[in-house]
C-alpha cells in the first residue's frame, strides 16, 4: 500500500501531464461563439477548481457535489462550441484515458464509486481534449451539425427546456424570503411536540424534518430526451441536504419562492416537477418564518405582514392563488405601471394547483379557462410592487423558456398492477360516458376538446367561479399580459359560462381531485355520495384500492389541536369554497362499471 505522499506525488505528475498536454497544441483551431468568450474565464476555474478535487477525491458526498457542478459548468461550454452532448462521453478518447488514471491514483475509489465518477468526468474531459483533435475534426462535426436543422432544432428546443429550468429553479424573480439563518432556526418556533423531535437531531435531519413539514423536497436533475420531453432523476440519499425545489436559494443563502411551490410537489413521495405540490403547508411556513424573524430581531418581509390579514392557505396544499393574479394586478395599468388604487375587495378562496402536465394539451388557462395560452401570462403571478414594467420586458425571453419548459412535461406512468382486461373494458365504456368533456387517449396522442361545462351543469362549488369579476378579466385581456404584439392580442373570456374540464392524463398521480382539492380519491370522484365530509391524508403511499389518498375520517376538525399544521391537515368540505358535491356523471354507471372505469383511469 503506497504512503499518502506517494500517492500525491504521483498525482501531481499526472497533473502536471494532463495540463500540458491539453493546453497546447491547436488551440487557436477553435472558433467558439461571443457565449463562449463569456464564459471562457469561469470555466477555467471551473477546471482548475476539478483537478484539486481529482486531487483530494475520496468519494464523499460533499465532493462529489462539486464534482457535478464542475461538470456541469463544461456542458455548459459544450453548448457554447455548438457540440452533440451525446458525442461527449467517449472512454476510448486517450486524454480520456490519462485523466481516469489520474482519479484512480489519487481517489483509490472501489470499482461501483470509480464508475460513477467515470461518468461525471467524462464530459469535461473530452471537452478539455478538443484543442488537441485536428482540425478535420472540428470541420467535420461543425459540418454535420449545419446539414442537420432538425438536429439543430432539436437542439434548440433542448436548450430552451433546460434553460426554463434554470429560471424556475435558480433565478430569484421576487425579493427574498427569508435567509438561510430563518430556515435553520424555525424549528425553535414550532409547537413543543414537534419541537422536541427535532431538538437532538443533526443538522443534515433537523434541515430534512424542516423539508417535510413544510411540504418541500430536494431539488431533482433534469434530462432532456432525445424527443423533448423532460425526465427527472432525484440525487442520490446523501449526509448533505440538497437545495430545495420550491425556493431559489441564492449563494448568500437566501431563500425566495417559485413557481415549483405549488406547481412542484411529490407522487406519494417521489418529487416530481409538475405535480401539484398536496402537501405545501405556505399558510403555517409563513407565520413560523413570522415568528422566528421575530425571535431574531430580523425585519419582516411581504409575506409574514400580507398573511397577517390575508389567507394565503387554510388547508395544505391549497393556496389562495387569487392573491397572486388577480389582486395584485388591480394595482397596474395596461402596461403594467403602478398606480395608486383603492384597495380591492376580494373573495379569498383556495384552490388545487393543477398538474403542469397539461399545460401541452390546454389552449386556455386555469378551471374556467379564460386566459389562452401564452409565455406572457406566465408572468403576473410576479406581481410585487418591486418589479416594474421594465422588469417584464428584460425577462420575457427568460418566459419563453419557462413556456419551452412546461410543455416538455408529460405525465408519468402508473407505477402498479392493471388488469388489463378490465381496464379495456373501461376504456370502451371511458369513450361512451367520459370523452366528450375529458378527451381520448391512446398511443395516436389521442384529442383534447377543451370543453367548458356551464356551473349549473356540473354543480361543483361556484366559489372560484363567482370570484372573479368580469372586470377582471377584462383588465387582463387588455393588458400588456395579454398582446403578443401590435394587433396581435390573445383571445381572453371575460365572461366564462363555467368550468373546463381538464385532461385525465396521470390522474392517478395528481389527488386530490377538483379545482378545490375536496376530494381525496378517485373512488370518490366515481362514487359522489360516498365522498366524506371531513378528512385527512394519513399515509405518503397510494391507496391502490381506491388510487388517491389514504385516509382518515373525522367528524370535524380538531381546533384545540395545538400544532396548526395538524389542524390545517384536515378538509372540512362544509367550510366556504370547499365544498365536495357536484360531477355526478358516475352515477349513471353501476358498481362494476365503475371499478373497469377506475381501472382504466390508470392507465392514462
Known amino acids: 500500500m503506497e504512503s499518502g505522499s506517494c500517492v500525491h506525488e504521483r498525482t501531481n505528475a499526472f497533473v502536471v501531464s494532463w495540463l500540458a498536454t491539453i493546453t497546447s497544441g491547436s488551440s487557436q483551431s477553435l472558433e467558439p461563439d461571443t457565449r463562449a468568450d463569456r464564459h471562457w474565464s469561469s470555466m477555467r476555474s471551473d477546471h482548475i477548481r476539478f483537478l484539486r478535487i481529482g486531487q483530494s477525491l475520496n468519494c464523499d458526498s460533499g465532493r462529489t457535489v462539486k464534482l457535478t457542478r464542475a461538470t456541469r459548468s463544461f456542458s455548459r461550454l459544450a453548448d457554447c462550441f455548438k457540440l452533440d452532448p451525446r458525442k461527449l462521453n467517449s472512454r476510448s478518447h486517450p486524454f480520456f484515458q490519462r485523466f481516469e488514471s489520474m482519479i484512480r491514483c489519487c481517489s483509490q475509489l472501489d470499482s ?56 424556475l429553479t435558480r433565478k430569484a424573480l421576487l425579493p427574498s424570503d427569508f435567509s438561510q439563518e430563518v430556515i435553520n432556526d424555525i424549528w425553535r418556533s414550532w409547537p413543543d411536540e414537534a419541537r422536541e423531535k427535532v431538538e437532538n437531531a443533526s443538522p443534515e435531519d433537523r434541515l430534512r424534518a424542516i423539508y417535510y413539514r413544510y411540504g418541500l423536497s430536494e431539488r431533482p436533475e433534469l434530462v432532456v430526451r432525445d424527443d423533448g420531453v423532460a425526465t427527472f432523476h432525484s440525487a442520490e440519499e446523501q449526509d448533505s441536504v440538497g437545495p430545495p425545489m420550491q425556493y431559489v436559494v441564492d449563494e448568500d443563502g437566501n431563500w425566495t419562492m417559485n413557481c415549483l411551490s405549488c406547481h412542484g410537489g411529490s407522487v406519494y413521495g417521489t418529487p416530481t416537477p409538475g405535480a401539484p405540490n398536496n402537501r405545501y403547508a405556505l399558510q403555517t411556513l409563513t407565520e ?12 419582516l418581509g411581504r409575506m409574514e405582514l400580507g398573511s397577517l390579514v390575508i389567507p394565503l392557505g387554510t388547508t395544505n396544499g391549497t393556496t389562495n392563488a387569487v392573491v397572486f393574479g388577480m389582486g395584485l394586478m388591480h394595482y397596474r395599468d395596461s402596461q403594467l405601471n403602478l398606480v395608486q388604487k383603492t384597495p380591492q375587495t376580494f373573495v379569498h378562496h383556495d384552490m388545487d394547483a393543477p398538474p403542469w402536465w397539461h399545460f401541452y394539451k390546454r389552449p386556455y388557462l386555469y378551471i374556467d379557462g379564460f386566459a389562452q395560452k401564452g409565455h406572457r401570462g406566465l408572468m403576473q403571478f410576479t406581481l410585487v410592487p418591486e418589479n416594474g414594467p421594465d422588469f417584464y420586458r428584460e425577462h420575457e425571453n427568460d418566459f419563453r423558456n419557462v413556456f419551452a419548459f412546461l410543455s416538455s412535461l408529460r405525465a408519468p406512468k402508473y407505477d ?105 380519491t378517485l373512488w370518490h370522484v366515481l362514487h359522489p355520495e360516498e365522498r366524506p365530509v371531513v378528512w385527512r391524508r394519513s399515509e405518503e403511499a397510494i391507496d391502490r384500492e381506491r388510487v388517491g389518498f389514504q385516509i382518515e375520517l373525522a367528524e370535524k376538525t380538531p381546533l384545540f389541536q395545538p400544532d396548526v399544521l395538524i389542524r390545517r391537515s384536515y378538509f372540512d368540505t362544509r367550510r366556504f369554497g370547499k365544498n365536495a358535491s357536484g360531477h355526478d356523471y358516475p352515477d349513471e354507471l353501476n358498481e362494476a362499471e365503475k371499478r373497469a372505469v377506475l381501472e382504466y383511469l390508470k392507465t392514462l
Open 288 to 299: 413560523e418564518v413570522r415568528s422566528t424573524k421575530f425571535r431574531l430581531g430580523k425585519p
Open 416 to 520: 402498479g398492477p392493471i388488469d388489463e382486461d378490465l381496464a379495456e373494458t373501461g376504456r370502451h365504456l371511458f369513450a361512451q360516458t367520459c370523452s366528450r368533456c375529458h378527451g381520448t387517449y391512446g398511443d395516436d396522442g389521442g384529442s383534447y376538446p377543451n370543453q367548458m361545462v356551464s356551473i349549473d351543469e356540473i354543480g361543483t362549488d361556484p366559489v372560484r367561479f363567482e370570484a372573479l369579476p368580469s372586470e377582471g378579466r377584462q383588465k387582463y385581456a387588455d393588458s400588456w399580459f395579454a398582446e403578443l404584439g401590435p394587433g396581435n392580442s390573445q383571445k381572453t373570456l371575460v365572461n366564462p359560462e363555467g368550468y373546463v374540464a381538464p385532461p385525465l392524463d396521470g390522474v392517478w398521480a395528481s389527488p386530490p381531485y377538483f379545482h378545490n382539492g375536496s376530494v381525496p
Open 112 to 167: 461501483h464509486h470509480f464508475a460513477k465518477t467515470r461518468r461525471l468526468i467524462a464530459g469535461c474531459v473530452f471537452l478539455l481534449a478538443l484543442p488537441a483533435i485536428s482540425p478535420s475534426v472540428h470541420a467535420t462535426e461543425f459540418a454535420k451539425t449545419s446539414a442537420n436543422p432538425q438536429g439543430n432544432a432539436l437542439r434548440s428546443d433542448t436548450r430552451a427546456i433546460e434553460l426554463g429550468w434554470e429560471v
